[in-house]
């Protein structure tokens, strides 16, 4: 049974910092994406940023410059650096791992709260 552990949410003024961690365990993550999506109130949860295991890399516009993803295949954990984070950051963020080609290995974190608030 997969099971993702997220640590590192919470409160922090504009232009401030957060180091976002997921541990995955319960499978071989070599053939999944592990990634980070986030949903604030009232809006659709979307995609922050994404991995593969060989390190390639997907951002969302908002947050190109800003944040880095960063992936541990050994210890099957992945890190989201966010710097100069805005009010507009605050979401509910989700960790998720997602298998390459089989849509139904796709599993969620519980979610950690990021606030971006003076």
């Known amino acids: 049974q997969v099971r993702l552990v997220e640590s590192g949410g919470g409160l922090v003024q504009p232009g401030g910092s957060l180091r976002l961690s997921c541990a995955a365990s319960?499978?071989?993550?070599?053939?999944?994406?592990m990634g980070w999506y986030r949903q604030a109130p009232g809006k659709q949860r979307e995609l922050v940023a994404r991995?593969?295991?060989?390190?390639?890399?997907t951002y969302a516009d908002s947050v190109k410059g800003r944040f880095t993803i960063s992936r541990d295949n050994a210890k099957n954990t992945v890190y989201l650096q966010m710097n100069g984070l805005k009010p507009e950051d605050t979401a509910v963020y989700y960790c998720?791992?997602?298998?390459?080609?089989?849509?139904?290995?796709?599993?969620w974190g519980q979610g950690t709260q990021v606030t971006v608030s003076s």
């Open positions: 319960g499978s071989e993550f070599r053939m999944y994406f």
């Open positions: 991995i593969t295991s060989g390190g390639g890399t």
């Open positions: 998720n791992v997602a298998h390459y080609y089989r849509s139904t290995l796709n599993y």
